[in-house]
RNA sequence: GCGAUCGUGGUGAAGUGGUUAACACACCGGAUUGUGGUUCCGGCAUGCGUGGGUUCGAUCCCCAUCGGUCGCCCCA
């Protein structure tokens, strides 16, 4: 087999899409209660917009990102994450002058990442997101939070730990990046190569370090949480507050980075705690970035999201051992041997039952009357229809029920009727 | 970018330096000349990721390459 599909990417077969779908509209529904619209944004956008929207010193920008040149010249990149492209659709469509406020958006989109897939990573990803543009207001800060866990909690999900953090405002921020700088240039050549270079350009990263983080020096390094300013302190017990009013369990953890530039004030991540769901925990993770529609060159406008990963909420379902509830059955098959003729009838029909709302298939493999109740069967029909060359002549039709095995004749004029009647009179059919 | 491991038919999987590569499931057909889920019988046509090398001979040995899986970094 020489035609595969490119590394990190997968093929979603109907079995799995049919999963998908169940999760998505749960999703939409829960969104739709929180009052949020669905925003769509291109696949692509200048590579500008996320260099400036996600940060030149991210990793997702200085190695990860599907960048190309189009025929004009200029340099495109396929989205790696969400904010970015909404933040340029807000600012661009000048959403910031909606009455409207805040805006509240959410998307379901594919983002591309140039990594070594593994479990639960992969190059082309899908992830539910969710942005509210306009809104200061840390209870905005626990709506988002609120939402996510709500659809965990919907789609059945039980181990989850919510982490949250503040980052601070950008005094605050300033005011502890001199701390770290400060703290850890002392032992510099002690710490591995990556956070040498993450002290110069961010030395708050240098708290999410695993190789390092058991060194002393990362125990007694000054906790953002002491840096934080009045205003800044407020904010972040004020989430803390809606989010115990609203039976939210979370955990404050100092050292909780994201690895976005963006963010300031509340951070979070929800991880999974189900067993045997790999070395990757992180499910969804978002933030406030208050200053990122003014850096895109909109209004000074606040603004906070998250993104989940499609593929980890649905690795976590699995983890869990949730069942989704899957309809794979059929009304109805159409068992159809003999002439043309007869075939052309059959088809009618499967045409006049269809338009009646009516889910019908039929055999195109000229198989054997066996081959098709077989095929029927497989398709877990509730109703076989056949149709022959007796049926032809009489024009009567034999309706089997195969649950039961009961087999009654209808005039071919009224099977349409016949068969709707059965449907709605059998529960369970929606 | 680094590391480990694997790569046999539609699927799951045995196997060996040497004329016909098991088995199971699935699928199709027949027994039952127009009725499914059980049973029995039969069929499934140059195939052992790809390219080199060693050898009289390689699916099996060596090298390379591609890909899958898992992990590191980082994240969704």
Known sequence: MSMKAPRGTVDILPKDAAKWQYAENKIKNVCNRFHFKEIRTPLFEHTEVFQRGVGDSTDIVQKEMYTFEDRGGRSLT??????ASVARAFVENKLFGDPDQPVKLYYFAQMFRYERPQK??????????????GSADPAVDAEVIDLAMTTYKELG???LKLVINSLGDKESRNNHREALVKHFEPHKEELCNDCQTRLSHNPLRVLDCKTDRDHPAMKTAPSILEYLNEESR???EKVQEYLTLMDIDYVVDANLVRGLDYYNHTAFEIMSEAPGFGAI?????GGRYNGLIEELGGPNTPGIGFGMGFERLLMALDAENIEIPLDDSLDCFVVAT???????????LVHQLRINGIQVDKDYLERKMKGQFKAANRN???YVLVIGEEELESEIVNVKEMESGEQVEVPLKNIVEIVKQKLL???GHE
């Open 380 to 382: 877990n029909s509730k």
């Open 338 to 348: 003999g002439s043309d003729q007869v075939n052309k009838v059959a088809t009618k």
């Open 157 to 159: 999900l039980k181990s």
């Open 425 to 427: 009179g059998g529960k």
């Open 78 to 83: 396929l989205r790696p994450e969400g904010t």
């Open 234 to 236: 407020l904010y972040f």
């Open 120 to 133: 639960g990573r992969m190059r082309q990803l899908n992830q539910f997101g969710v942005e509210v543009l």
């Open 281 to 285: 925990t992180t499910l969804a993770g």
